[in-house]
């Protein structure tokens, strides 16, 4: 797999869980994850002093889920993500400008593939500088779909305020979590052709990063 098919692809299925987050939708009404692209932004900027990025590495799951395998960090532009990059993995424009609002000081990506080289798993955690901020942020991105559920919405056990959202279209299946945790704003999120990553296998990843939290 390719670090441009990567990049590609998890812009998709960040827009995808977005979308359904955002709305609160059904899996028939997303639009197809393929077919999303995050419109380009200005950089935002940021009164808060960022953090050492490097600080929050220890506190973000690396272990592989079965089946899959951690990938260098070149290969999906993950690792270090500062306000810029966070905002332009949104879909939304106004994203950045809700990302310094709120207070993000650092974030920190990982992906692992598949053993077949066919599905990923994206884990985000976002820092902020306190933890209403990263509140804040959590409702604005998740609220509708946390308070009005729906037909793409599922429950995560175990995982307090934490909100499911599944979709996908044209052979591609979209898996995600997303939840909040004191300064943290995390999002888990898996994508690969139907059936993709099982909801079990995000769920669990999900679950290990809120205990290294905690």
Known sequence: MTSGRSWRRRLAAVAAAAALAGAGCSSDEATSPEAAAPPTAAAPTTSVPPLDPDGLEPLVV???PSGFALADDAEGATGATDLAAA?????D???GTALAEAGFVR?????????DGSSELFLLVYEFAASEGAGGFFARTAGGAATEGGEGVFEVPGIPGAVGVTGGGDGLSVQAVLFTTGPYVVQVIGNGPDPGPS?????ALAAAQAE???
């Open 107 to 115: 974030g920190w990506q990982r992906l692992w593939v598949s053993d």
């Open 212 to 214: 290294q939290l905690a």
């Open 62 to 64: 690396d272990q592989a």
């Open 199 to 203: 909801r079990g296998t995000v769920v």
């Open 87 to 91: 905002a332009a993995d949104a879909t």
């Open 93 to 95: 424009p106004e994203a």
